[in-house]
């Protein structure tokens, strides 16, 4: 059984260009979440997916957007990158319900020149 | 404003020296905590997740406790195989939304 499957593993960007990450829920999930992991630091959350609609968003600019689709696959979509948006960027998926455990990707990590 | 803090923030122990990392929270009404595991490069893996206080989770070397203000990871006898840092979270949400809030993590290296 697959777990959370997360694309690209690196990616390397200047600054002002926009920026697509992907990623697979496991097996069964329908709800995905999207973090923001600063090195050193927990992750801090951006927004959740479920039924194709963001359900709920944290303290992140609207550079920041996201998608699900009917497979509920998720991307996350960053505009206009700043050097702080250098990080890892973690995907969570769960089954949607009060207290499920969100099951994490591996991250795909962000480097902004 | 809902919050978690980790410590310590880093611990060396020796291979078979048992100690416990604290999570204290302060949350409008618990919904449940939630510990990961992290290793370099990778995603958090869950452990455990306690909902009540009081409740207690064991996992081989591992213990999880909640109480009304914090939650200890206890690790009884590490190896270096449990070198990591070790992440605590609160769920907060209503219903059926829920994102979770984190600590900074602690990270632990066990030597040999």
């Known amino acids: 059984d697959a777990g959370v499957t997360q694309s690209p593993t690196h990616l390397i960007k200047t600054r002002g260009q926009q920026v697509t990450l992907r990623c697979s829920p496991k097996?069964?999930?329908?709800?995905v979440s999207w973090y923001q992991q600063a090195l050193g630091q927990g992750p801090q959350f951006i927004f959740q997916?479920?039924?194709?609609?963001?359900?709920q968003r944290g303290n992140f600019p609207d550079r920041f957007s996201g998608h699900q689709f009917p497979n509920y696959s998720s991307e996350l979509n960053v505009n206009a990158l700043l050097l702080g948006d250098s990080a890892l960027y973690l995907c969570?998926?769960?089954?949607?319900?009060?207290?499920?455990?969100?099951?994490f990707g591996a991250g795909t990590r962000l480097s902004v020149l | 404003e809902d919050q978690v803090t980790q410590s310590p923030e880093a611990l060396r122990l020796q291979e078979g020296e048992s100690s416990s990392l604290n999570c204290s929270y302060t949350?409008?009404?618990?919904?449940?905590l939630f510990w990961y595991r992290q290793d370099p490069g990778k995603g958090p893996e869950f452990l455990f997740t306690?909902?009540?206080a009081g409740e207690e989770k064991e996992k081989e070397r591992l213990k999880a406790t909640l109480t009304k203000k914090e939650s200890f990871l206890h690790i009884t006898a590490p190896k270096p195989e449990d070198s990591a840092t070790y992440l605590c979270?609160?769920?907060?949400?209503?219903?059926?939304?829920?994102?979770?809030?984190f600590g900074q993590g602690t990270t632990l290296q066990v030597k040999p």
């Open positions: 979270a609160v769920l907060h949400g209503s219903g059926n939304t829920g994102k979770l809030i």
């Open positions: 306690l909902y009540s």
């Open positions: 097996s069964g999930h329908d709800t």
């Open positions: 969570a998926s769960r089954v949607q319900g009060f207290g499920n455990i969100q099951y």
């Open positions: 949350v409008s009404g618990l919904r449940g």
């Open positions: 997916y479920y039924e194709e609609e963001e359900r």
